[in-house]
């Protein structure tokens, strides 16, 4: 009998301390549970991207020839830069300058979260006619637009079109597959800091026939008279339109690559102000990386406040340090990267959250993607409470600061010149994990040393890792092998 009420009392403890083990949040022992921010250093940073004396592009390019980049010993690449190297903030303080930006931010998400919905069935040749008809060769106008309807265009990179290339100043953007750059004549064409490209100064220029294979991958295409007709849009309410042609692409010094297909825009309202167009990186057949049959790309951004930059880079070895991610795709919409995101952890503490939330479901719902012109990752909204919780939480040594716009938890970091900031970490599928870095994590919305926490809510079903998570990081995608990887202070 004794020995019955020894075995059932043991039965007891035992599950009653599964039961505790599974109920406490997991700790994950081998990361730092906090990483140190220097305040100061990035409120300097706020002041110098506002400052005329920030250096010029053509200041950067002369540095830039006289260095190698760091990874495309047998690849091709071309330079990136920050959207405030191309375009110099009209702001007088660093407040209005995020604000700015945070509307970009909203309108680019808002985009990437439409594309998942639309259907090109709703679109008729009727769209794309008055391209062509009304463009003549009057003067044209190059408004410059400004706010949310700028959408977006963060990071742009210097790439060469035509025989003999005209170099133009191109914004990257991973969520997109079509390229494309505006062109004369202008129906309608925003400013940019490059001369509009002119088809007619190029002899490898080639317009498409309506009754091409390329013309036929677009979704939304239309014909006159025996020319394929493109329109990209945004879901802001941006567009582009024009023709569909194949022209010379060129990488610097590193090599150039015929036949590229690339829309010439006449008629491009509401975004990408500065850049001559866009290069698309998605997982479409028209991007860029499909096109060139590139087996892998990677880049590094750079903090937006600096004057410095850094690579674009195709086919190149990615560092043999990266943190590698499955990459996966959706079968609704083969544009977008997805990764495979198990979990995340705050303060070493691991988010009690449902997997569920970062996987892609049976109707192309869910998972989380990397996206290069998303500025604050976009959590569902119950991961991101979890997430802002534990952060603060975990962040009592700093003085609360209440909300700004889209953050809702803020910090007075402005009697510090250091901060101790808990660690954020992703993990991966397959056991790699991400830590990322304080600058990574918070960021300032002013001058003075308000920090605010730089992720956000979604009631949307996708979640974007942005790029103020990858700043600083060499991103590489490797296609051939369908993973994503990671390198902390490689760019």
Same mark, same amino acid.
């Given at each position: 009998?004794?020995?019955?009420?020894? @075995?059932?009392?043991?039965?007891?403890? +035992?599950? *009653?301390?599964?039961?505790?083990?599974?109920?406490?949040?997991?700790?994950?022992?081998?990361?730092?549970?906090?990483?140190?921010?220097?305040?100061? /250093?990035?409120?300097?940073?706020t002041l110098q991207v506002l400052s005329p004396n920030i250096k010029s592009l053509q200041q950067q390019e002369a540095i830039e020839q006289q260095q190698q980049p760091l990874y495309s010993s047998s690849a091709f690449s071309v330079s990136i830069y920050p959207r405030s190297s191309l375009v110099k903030p009209q702001h007088t303080d660093y407040t !209005?300058? +995020?604000?700015s930006r945070l509307a970009r931010d909203s309108a680019r998400?808002?985009?990437?979260?439409?594309?998942?919905?639309?259907?090109?069935?709703?679109?008729?040749?009727?769209?794309? /006619?008055?391209?062509?008809?009304?463009?003549? &060769?009057?003067?044209?106008?190059?408004?410059?637009? *400004?706010?949310?309807?700028?959408?977006?265009?963060?990071?742009?990179?210097?790439?060469?079109?035509?025989?003999?290339? /005209?170099?133009?100043?191109?914004?990257?953007?991973?969520?997109?597959?079509?390229?494309?750059?505006?062109?004369?004549?202008?129906d309608e064409c925003y400013q940019q800091t490059d001369p509009i490209f002119n088809p007619s100064d190029s002899s490898t220029y080639n317009q498409l026939s309506c009754d091409s294979p390329v013309c036929a991958a677009l979704e939304l295409s239309g014909c006159y008279t025996d020319t394929c007709m493109y329109q990209v849009s945004y879901g802001d309410g941006s567009f582009t339109k024009g023709e569909l042609a194949t022209e010379t692409v060129s990488f610097g010094d590193s090599g150039s690559f015929p036949n590229v297909a690339i829309g010439c825009g006449h008629d491009n309202e509401g975004l990408f102000t500065g850049s001559a167009g866009l290069l698309g990186l998605g997982g479409g057949s028209l991007s860029l990386p499909s096109q060139v049959k590139a087996t892998s790309f990677s880049y590094g951004l750079v903090d937006r406040d600096s004057d410095s930059s850094s690579t674009l880079e195709f086919n190149s070895a990615g560092p043999s340090d990266s943190?590698?991610?499955?990459?996966? $795709?959706? *079968?609704?919409?083969?544009?977008?990267?997805?990764?495979?995101?198990?979990?995340?952890?705050?303060?070493?503490?691991?988010?009690?959250?449902?997997?569920?939330?970062?996987?892609?479901?049976?109707?192309?719902?869910?998972?989380?993607?990397?996206?290069?012109?998303?500025?604050?990752?976009?959590?569902? *909204?119950?991961?991101?409470?979890? &997430?802002?919780?534990?952060?603060?939480?975990?962040?009592?040594?700093?003085?609360?600061a209440g909300e700004f716009e889209l953050f809702d938890t803020c910090f007075d970091l402005s009697s510090m010149s250091t901060a101790n900031v808990p660690t954020?970490?992703?993990?991966?599928?397959?056991?790699? +994990?991400?830590?990322?870095?304080?600058?990574? +994590?918070?960021?300032?919305?002013?001058?003075?040393?308000?920090?605010?926490?730089?992720?956000?809510?979604?009631?949307? !079903?996708?979640?974007?890792?942005?790029?103020?998570?990858?700043?600083?990081? $060499?991103?590489?995608?490797?296609?051939?092998? @369908?993973?994503?990887?990671?390198?902390?202070? /490689?760019?």
């Open positions: 009998m004794a020995s019955s009420f020894s @075995n059932f009392l043991s039965l007891i403890i +035992t599950v *009653s301390f599964l039961r505790n083990a599974l109920c406490r949040p997991s700790l994950t022992s081998s990361l730092p549970h906090s990483q140190i921010l220097d305040v100061s /250093k990035y409120i300097q940073n !209005s300058l +995020t604000l998400v808002s985009s990437l979260n439409a594309m998942l919905q639309l259907s090109p069935t709703n679109f008729t040749y009727s769209h794309l /006619k008055s391209v062509r008809t009304m463009s003549g &060769l009057e003067e044209f106008q190059t408004p410059l637009i *400004s706010g949310s309807s700028q959408g977006s265009g963060e990071y742009f990179a210097r790439l060469g079109v035509g025989e003999p290339a /005209k170099e133009f100043y191109m914004a990257i953007d991973t969520g997109s597959d079509i390229n494309w750059l505006q062109c004369e004549p202008c943190v590698f991610a499955p990459l996966l $795709r959706n *079968s609704r919409r083969d544009t977008f990267f997805y990764v495979g995101l198990e979990g995340i952890s705050v303060g070493g503490e691991m988010l009690q959250v449902p997997l569920s939330i970062f996987q892609i479901d049976d109707n192309g719902r869910g998972g989380i993607i990397v996206d290069s012109g998303t500025a604050v990752t976009r959590l569902q *909204s119950s991961a991101y409470n979890a &997430l802002r919780d534990t952060f603060v939480k975990y962040a009592q040594n700093l003085p609360s954020v970490a992703f993990h991966f599928s397959g056991g790699r +994990t991400l830590p990322l870095h304080a600058q990574n +994590t918070v960021v300032p919305i002013d001058s003075s040393g308000k920090y605010c926490l730089a992720f956000a809510p979604t009631d949307e !079903s996708m979640s974007i890792i942005g790029n103020v998570q990858q700043q600083g990081t $060499r991103v590489s995608y490797d296609l051939t092998n @369908n993973l994503v990887g990671f390198s902390l202070d /490689k760019c």
